[in-house]
Nanobody, 120 residues
Framework: QVQLVESGGGLVQAGGTLRLSCAASGSIFRINAMAWHRQAPGKERELVASITNGGTTRYADSVKGRFTISRDIAKNTVLLQMNSLTPEDTAVYYC??????????????WGQGTQVTVSS
């Protein structure tokens, strides 16, 4: 019904930048919020950043000042600009969206994940 497709992951040197993109498609009436999570090997999945349809953003302490989340409502797309990357940022990054369908029901959807690898 709803699909999230991430792009922009890859390999980057420490101190470099990456820009992740997530586009939602399908039966969507409104996206209430979108977020990026990440999971590194041996660690639990953690929230990296989120943004509401009102533009309110929140960030994990570990990425504050380095990452910026933004949303293009018209395109059902969320972006994550990642600057000053370190090896600790290496993880699979997952896009998440809270979607209100045309049936007016709310559900969370997840993308397939995109690998971010930061070399030292």
């Amino acid at each position: 019904q709803v699909q999230l497709v991430e792009s922009g992951g890859g390999l980057v040197q420490a101190g470099g930048t990456l820009r992740l993109s997530c586009a939602a498609s399908g039966s969507i009436f409104r996206i209430n919020a979108m977020a990026w999570h990440r999971q590194a090997p041996g660690k639990e999945r953690e929230l990296v950043a989120s943004i509401t349809n009102g533009g309110t953003t929140r960030y994990a302490d570990s990425v504050k000042g380095r990452f910026t989340i933004s949303r293009d409502i018209a395109k059902n797309t969320v972006l994550l600009q990642m600057n000053s990357l370190t090896p600790e940022d290496t993880a699979v990054y997952y896009c998440n969206a809270n979607v209100q369908g045309w049936n007016l029901l709310h559900r969370d959807y997840w993308g397939q994940g995109t690998q971010v690898t930061v070399s030292s």
